[in-house]
Each structure stands twice: as structure tokens, then as C-alpha cells.
């Protein structure tokens, strides 16, 4: 289920009516998604589901859903499933044969690439790099011929590093600094990666990052025929 990711209005009324319904929300972070259900007086009971305990939870939510529960599954922001554990639980869900019923809402990616002002109509997303140099380079390097528009998510202390990465891996190309979406600061930076670098050299980089990057220009060759063909005609 969809989420907002910053402004808490970004939420669905159908939304709404399913998290006071549900028998459980199963949620990355029970402290964020607790301060929702506050706002819009919901009080249905939570379970917390991340990265760390995602193996044993799957079993206990397979478990309640077996028996007639009706679970509402959420990240911390956004679509479950996306650089999150949900698709894990998501993937064992369908193995059971257990209907899943998406309810839609905001995602970080899509709109990064909507205001990016690069090509939406085929992208490549990538979500976090990671945070080791080393396969973050290697992931880099992978896409160094990739021509559609690359999306990626990237955290407020590793963004100087990664941009650095960028421009060393993939040169100084055109990108789209998407920082707070939704939120009170939302901002976007554009420029070519160097310019962007300049300027978090200047301020301390704040919240959650999207970056935009431009895709690989198509590279076109010519021939041309030393002895071009010239029209002829005949005479009756």
C-alpha cells in the first residue's frame, strides 16, 4: 500500500478506509508510520517488518493471512517493495497462492523523474548503490553505456561521495538532484555533475536524495560513397 513520503495529504481516501479496516498493518518503521495513523485517528494495530527481521516475519504474516487476516503492508514511505523488504513477503505471498490487492500512492522515483526534465519515456532504475566504494563502482561502471535516463536513491551522508563516483565512472554529465519530495525544503538541483558538486561543497547536504542522471548520447556514423550513383535516362 502506498504511503505518502513526506506530505501526510498525499494519502489516498481508499487508502485511509483499508488501514482502519485491515486486521494488522505490517510496517517498515512502526514509528513513522505510527505518527500517520495518528494524524488521521486510525488505530489499527502495528507490526514492525524491515530488512533485519523480514525472514521470520514473512512466516508469522503468511501465518495470519492463512488463517482470514487481512493485512495492510507499508514502508516507511512510498510503495512497499521498492529498495524495502516487502517484496520478499510480497514473493512469498504469491508462492501461497495468497491474493495481493496493490493500492496505489507516491513513489520517490517517479516523481524525481517526472521534474527531472530528461527523457521519462524509457528509464532504468537502480535504487541504492550500496555502501561499499567498490560495488558502488562496478554498478556505475555497468551503466556507463546505459542510454535511457538512470534513477537512483541515495542517503543525505554518502551523496558527496556518490556524486564524486558519478563523475569520475560515468564523466560529467547532465543530472537532476531531486532532495525532500513532498516536503517542506523540496528542492531540485540541476546542472552537470560537477556544478552539483560545487554547490554541496558550499552547504552541508540535507534529506532524502534522488538523483536523475542523464543516459549515454547515441553516437551516429556516416558513409559516404567515393563514386555516388547518378541518374541516367534514355532517349526512344
Do not use: C, W
Request: proline residues 5%; hydrophobic residues 35%; glycine residues 8%.
Amino acid at each position: 500500500m502506498g504511503t505518502p513520503i513526506g506530505n501526510l495529504r498525499d494519502v489516498s481516501l481508499r487508502a485511509l478506509q483499508i488501514l482502519k479496516e485491515v486486521d494488522l498493518i505490517a510496517a517498515e518503521d512502526t514509528r513513522h508510520t505510527r505518527k500517520l495513523l495518528s494524524h488521521y485517528d486510525i488505530h489499527t494495530s502495528l507490526t514492525s517488518f524491515f530488512e533485519h527481521n523480514e525472514l521470520k516475519k514473512t512466516s508469522y504474516l503468511i501465518k495470519r493471512l492463512r488463517e482470514g487476516d487481512e493485512i495492510a503492508l507499508v514502508s516507511k514511505a512510498g510503495m512497499p517493495g521498492i529498495s524495502d523488504p516487502g517484496y520478499y513477503l510480497t514473493k512469498e505471498a504469491i508462492k501461497e497462492g495468497i491474493p495481493l490487492i496493490p493500492i496505489p500512492g507516491p513513489t520517490a522515483l517517479i516523481l524525481a523523474l517526472i521534474v527531472s526534465g530528461f527523457p521519462t519515456h524509457s528509464f532504468v532504475f537502480e535504487g541504492f548503490l550500496g555502501r561499499n566504494k567498490e560495488k558502488r563502482i562496478q554498478k556505475l561502471k555497468k551503466l556507463k553505456g546505459e542510454e535511457r535516463t538512470i534513477v537512483i536513491y541515495v542517503s543525505p551522508h554518502r551523496i558527496k561521495k556518490v556524486l564524486s563516483e558519478i563523475e569520475q565512472t560515468l564523466g560529467d554529465r547532465r543530472i537532476a538532484v531531486v532532495r525532500e519530495i513532498t516536503k517542506k525544503f523540496e528542492e531540485t538541483i540541476r546542472g552537470r555533475v560537477g556544478e552539483v558538486i560545487k554547490v554541496f561543497e558550499e552547504r552541508e547536504p540535507k534529506g532524502e536524495f534522488t538523483l536523475v542522471i542523464e543516459g549515454k548520447k547515441k553516437e551516429y556514423s556516416f558513409s559516404f560513397r567515393k563514386n555516388p550513383i547518378s541518374a541516367t535516362s534514355s532517349s526512344s
